[in-house]
């Protein structure tokens, strides 16, 4: 089974920016869609971005669009979500998950393999 190990997190001040990762082992290539999702404190795990393998689709939620950007390298095996304007709404872990189909899909049910967290806090 895959192992995914997200970093990168950190506290950051409004309006600025950080830069997760998540490394993937365990396998040599996937053809699965990979995503970022995040918990908020004292609120459901909620969608944030979905990239398909091959990074030439993407789809966001209406809350990060214009600010988040998800790309990945394949052959290296990681998925990168830049993250731009940050605000503190934006507080939250943040996990990256890959899915079990191709396809993109923003629900957390269509994703097998989670990593364990990275924590995201933006002052204001």
């Known amino acids: 089974q895959v192992q995914l190990v997200e970093s990168g997190g950190g506290l950051v001040q409004a309006g600025g920016s950080l830069t997760l990762s998540c490394a993937a082992s365990g396998r040599t290539f996937s053809s699965n869609a990979m995503g970022w999702f995040r918990q908020r404190p004292g609120k459901e795990r909620e969608f944030v971005a979905v990239?398909?393998?091959?990074?030439?689709?993407?789809t966001y939620a209406d809350s990060v669009k214009g600010r988040f950007t998800i790309t990945t390298v394949n052959a290296r095996n990681t998925v990168y979500l830049q993250m731009n304007s940050l605000k503190p709404e934006d507080t939250a872990v943040y996990y990256c998950a890959e899915s079990v189909r191709v396809r993109l899909t923003t629900t957390p049910r269509d994703f097998g393999s989670w990593g364990q967290g990275t924590q995201v806090t933006v002052s204001s």
């Open positions: 990239i398909s393998a091959s990074g030439s689709s993407t």
